[in-house]
């Protein structure tokens, strides 16, 4: 079974050796790190890629807080489990604020401390899943945006944003592109509180829009082959299913 990745920062060197037993009895991590320095074990986090850090608030060189303070901003970041003998009011919080997942109290059960990394760990492990998701869809999206500029479809047209659609649509059903009218300009008509015939009429404007532009040599070079010249313009459906063969191509 594969371990879970662990650095521990902790104001003594005992304690610290002590947490790393604890978690490396559990038969679940690999302390990759033990410091009481919150610079080095800021260089080691980086380095190491911890699944989670375990970390007071009390340390060298820089202290908890600074060291959430550097993680803050960075997306693709491990969790952070708080285990402080800090009580006041507030200091909980602000380690929340700062980005920390979970804040403990000393003294912790040693079952508590690795019952909460875990559950940390598998939520993050989810919370990844639907980061890839989204950036996946963020990519596609910018990457079709490109393609419409580039041949000249301006994003301010409602076509534009059908269009995009439809495309996503094919890529995910690429059959649908043989049933167009019945089910894809209906299901686009849904999404955006239209009819079906708006839908046709306005990705078939976007197309002729860019035809009109002369951009034929630019459409090409998307496309990478000669396939069109300036009298002939692609079908709704001919122009979608290019679009979205293009992407399938490239991973999409």
């Known amino acids: 079974m594969k371990k879970y990745k662990v650095v521990i920062l902790e104001n003594t060197e005992a304690e610290g050796n002590r947490v790393k037993e604890v978690f490396e009895n559990s038969g679940k991590f690999?302390?990759?790190?033990?410091?009481?320095?919150?610079?080095?074990?800021?260089?080691?986090?980086?380095?190491?890629?911890?699944?989670?850090?375990?970390?007071?608030?009390?340390?060298?060189?820089?202290d908890g807080f600074e060291l959430l303070e550097k993680f803050e901003k960075v997306l693709d970041k491990p969790k952070f489990l708080i285990v402080s003998s800090l009580k006041e009011e507030g200091f909980g919080q602000k380690a929340i604020?700062?980005?920390?997942?979970?804040?403990?109290?000393?003294?912790?059960?040693?079952?508590?401390?690795?019952?909460?990394?875990?559950?940390?760990?598998?939520?993050?492990?989810?919370d990844k899943n639907v980061l890839q998701k989204i950036m996946h869809k963020r990519s596609l999206d910018e990457r079709l945006s490109n393609i419409f500029i580039t041949v000249g479809i301006p994003a301010h047209i409602k076509g534009y944003q059908f269009l995009r659609e439809a495309v996503k649509m094919a890529i995910e059903e690429p059959e649908i592109i043989n049933s167009i009218t019945k089910q894809l300009y209906p299901s686009i008509a849904d999404r955006f509180s239209t009819s079906a015939s708006k839908v046709e009429?306005?990705?078939?404007?976007?197309?002729?829009?860019?035809?009109?532009?002369?951009?034929?040599?630019?459409?090409?070079?998307?496309?990478?082959?000669?396939?069109?010249?300036?009298?002939?313009?692609?079908?709704?459906?001919?122009?979608?299913?290019?679009?979205?063969?293009?992407?399938?191509?490239?991973?999409?």
């Open 30 to 62: 690999e302390c990759v790190g033990v410091f009481t320095d919150g610079l080095k074990g800021y260089d080691s986090i980086l380095s190491n890629r911890p699944d989670i850090v375990v970390c007071d608030l009390l340390l060298q060189g820089i």
């Open 97 to 126: 604020d700062l980005g920390a997942s979970y804040f403990l109290i000393k003294p912790v059960n040693n079952e508590v401390l690795i019952k909460r990394a875990v559950e940390m760990i598998e939520s993050s492990n989810l």
């Open 201 to 252: 009429r306005a990705i078939r404007h976007a197309i002729e829009v860019a035809w009109n532009r002369g951009k034929i040599e630019n459409i090409n070079n998307v496309f990478g082959i000669k396939i069109y010249d300036s009298n002939e313009k692609p079908t709704n459906g001919e122009f979608i299913a290019l679009v979205a063969d293009k992407m399938l191509m490239e991973g999409a």
